[in-house]
């Protein structure tokens, strides 16, 4: 394999867009630098013990491995017995940047229309029927009352994802049927778990990924959010189902007022922190000074190693990195956020000629990433920037939300002494080297 034929291939190994296939020899486990973060235990196992339909919410940076550790989740639930319809809604059946609880609603119906495999003649395309006549404009083609099939409503679903005009429609005609919908999709789900030889009322799982990427839009006159829509005032549906249920939820809602309102509702929700790559400071901080916390600068470089050894596993790192010390430097620079540090690694690709990959092409990936967060954070932020980076806590604010929904604020665990969880927050460490950033560390009281 020529030099050129390598380097095509690390690019392409480094992928920030893929998850993890369940089984992928590629997945290290930060359990340990993540403040004991297992989604097996924190999710699964209440699926696996529960008697009747459990609903949970799983939250994280967006990028930092939250698809990738619910694919492992659903080996886990086969393995116990469980059919497991798992989908990422944000490919095919909502927008991000405008979704609302019917959308939802529709998507997770069409998708277990797909994996249960029934057949035309179900409660489902029943209801559709029933109300066809006023539903029937929300395709794009003429389609007969005889000739509704489960690809018709799929079609349907599409169009709320890809044509923003008949998504508002689909929304004005549906949202009066959505509790009579939800009574369908139930019976659906009841029949199909009666075709499984002892089948109970929950060995059905649904995964519903990516919805903590919706963006939240504030309404003029009340002031709440989509996000208080979807998952507030419709929590009694999304745990409606008669099955069990996993929906990704923005980390921002989390650390909302809120945060209570949901844990009264859901339950506990699974956070999936940050890899810890440098140790919480004790004391005044200075830009820079950061120790790295060295098993979390290990994993990484553990990820690098193994995404490179799928492609040649006689090869090490040295063979690959011009310098050594800058690669570690580009881990710390990631913020243990995984996405961040793919796009780094590929972006240093990029910029090599050949390998092994220049100390210069790391450094520039690095600058790259540190003037995006530069453009996304606004003047005002600053301030709240350097408060989170002096005293590693956030504030219940708008302010700060904003700030963990663009990650430029990010979330990490650890275990103390006494083995308890202890969260704390840091910046993202690109934005250290800001001279904004600076300048508002400076002028701090």
Known sequence: MTNAELLKRFYNAFDPTRPLAADDEAYVDYQDVRGDRNILLEVGQGIILSDSPTCSLYAGHRGAGKSTELLRL?????????????????????DPEDARYTDILLACTSRLLQELSPDDDNP???WLK?????LKGLTTSEVALDDLTIEVFSTITANLRAVPSIRHQVRKLVDPHTVTLLQALNELIDEANATQAGASQSDIVLIADNLDRIVPITDTDSGRTNHDEIFLDRSEQLKALHCHVVYTVPISMVYSSSGTHLVDSYGPVRVLPMVTVRKRAQGKRV???GRPHEPGIAGLRELIQRRIGKVRPDIGLDQVFEDLDTLDHLCLMSGGHLRNLILLLRTSVERAPHLPV???????AISELRETYNRTIADDEWVKLAEVYSRQTITNTDG?????????????REMDDQQNVV??????????DIPQFRRALEEMP
Request: hydrophobic share 40%.
């Open 423 to 432: 969260t704390w927050y840091d910046i993202h460490p690109v934005i250290e």
């Open 358 to 364: 220049p100390r210069l092409a790391m450094l520039r």
């Open 400 to 412: 700060c939300r904003k700030l963990l929904f663009n990650r430029c604020i990010l979330e990490y």
């Open 124 to 126: 489902v395309m029943r």
């Open 287 to 289: 830009p820079g000074e």
């Open 130 to 134: 029933d109300r066809w006549q006023s």
């Open 74 to 94: 659903i080996p886990h639930l086969e393995d116990n017995g469980f059919q497991v319809v798992y989908f990422p809604a944000d490919a095919e059946d909502i």
